[in-house]
């Protein structure tokens, strides 16, 4: 199937999901619930029962869309528990939440309980402006929420409220020079690295294509005793669109590239956990390859944690950028370990 074929085929897929699914239009307190019509992806490669990827096994995956006018742009995405409960931000300003359904073997099957809320600007009122509320990174440490923004670049930490969505920011200082960082390739990763890691439960940064003279992405741990600056290795122009440790420690890049000739194409880097420290430039191995021919999108959001079943797992979803022709995608793998 060509590559045109394809994006008209999911296309058609997108509206007829929304036409099965309508919004809900009620209000509360600037949160506004939203039903997400879902189609269940059993395989990731197209036309194959395949499960193994690299170092991963394919699980389930979701195809997401709503009537809502604000649903879209996922950029970020964290479960707050074992695969059930989850936050997530759009890269227009909005917080999401919802719960996901699994079946009986423990598969992605829908999502439930969804809502979305403006985020809160330092003066208590929603951020607004492209420019001001392009959030692209989010991380989840107990009760601290970290959200990265690009185009005004910062770091901010709110308080976790997954109820109001009212927790007003708080920033946190950039090692990065902000001259440094481009427009709109600035702060797309922040992740907290485990306690018991060489970085001892600090939080990193990892801008998507912001690069020094060597051509290689800037990053950066934003405390402890290693606070300060390091690089990410960049290889064959693919750039960084979120990262997420492993429990070892090891942080995992999602890194993507585009062209009309080939699509999207996606993969993900292991860096070793002792390798994360000031004035290095990390490089590491690959653990997953995936383009057109794979259930993908432009994949913005990567998470990492622990099932019931003690399996490490990795979600991944994607930002459709409001577009007919994208789509929105959750998809799950457990790490083959």
Known sequence: ???????LRRAAVCLTIIGAF??????SEGVS????????????RIGSSAKQFGALEFVGGLEMASASSDFGGLSAFRYLDSGSRFLGVTDTGFWYA???QRDEKGRPASIANFRLAPIQSDQGIPVEGKWNSDAEGMSVSGDTVTVSFERIHRIEEYRLDVENFASTPKNIPLPIPRDELRNNRGLEAVAVAPASSPLRGARVAVTEKSINRAGDMFGAILEGPQKGVFFVKRLDDFDVSDGDFLPNGDLL??????????GVVLRI??????????GATVDGPFILHADMRDQIDNMEGLDVWQADDG????????????SIVQRNLYLEFRLAE
Do not use: K
């Open 311 to 322: 399996s490490t797992r990795l979600s991944l979803v994607s930002d459709d950028n409001h």
């Open 98 to 100: 919802g719960t996901m």
């Open 1 to 7: 199937m060509s590559l045109t074929a394809q994006v």
């Open 253 to 262: 890049l999602l890194e993507r590239r585009f062209s009309m000739a080939s």
């Open 33 to 44: 619930p939203a039903i997400i019509g879902c189609r269940v992806i059993s395989n990731f």
């Open 269 to 278: 880097r292991r860096i070793a956990a002792g390798d994360i420290r000031p």
């Open 22 to 27: 309508p919004t809900v239009a009620e209000e």
